[in-house]
Nanobody, 126 residues
């Protein structure tokens, strides 16, 4: 059974850092785009960072560019979201997702995913 399992969420103060992990099991994620999506309180789910399969092209939404970095470990079938300079607006449930043959940008902008993880909570608060 194909699954995505997120971990690494928690409570952090403004300006702090956090790294989220997403492990893919039951399928080879190497050739598929992977991404992170934020569901902030009272808002729609939004694609914030995605990485394409193969060459690993990346996409970042405007609100996180320069503060978040997406990386992947093909050997471990894991994708990471390294977050720094966190703000209260970064609070929300973060979902990992796997796409099909979309580019990283299309996956993030249009929420094109075929498999979703269960989500991990990130709270940025003093």
């Amino acid at each position: 059974q194909a699954l995505l399992v997120e971990s690494g969420g928690g409570v952090v103060q403004p300006g702090g850092s956090l790294t989220l992990s997403c492990a893919a099991t039951g399928f080879d994620s190497t050739n598929y785009p992977l991404g992170w999506f934020q569901k902030a309180p009272g808002q729609e789910r939004e694609g914030i960072s995605c990485i394409s399969g193969g060459v690993g092209h990346t996409y970042y939404s405007g609100s996180v560019k320069g503060r978040l970095t997406i990386t992947s470990d093909d050997i471990k079938d894991t994708v990471f979201l390294h977050m720094k300079s966190l703000k209260p607006d970064d609070t929300g449930v973060y979902y990992c997702a796997a796409g099909h043959f979309e580019t990283a940008e299309r996956m993030c902008v249009f929420l094109k995913a075929k498999l979703w993880g269960q989500g991990t909570q990130v709270t940025v608060s003093s």
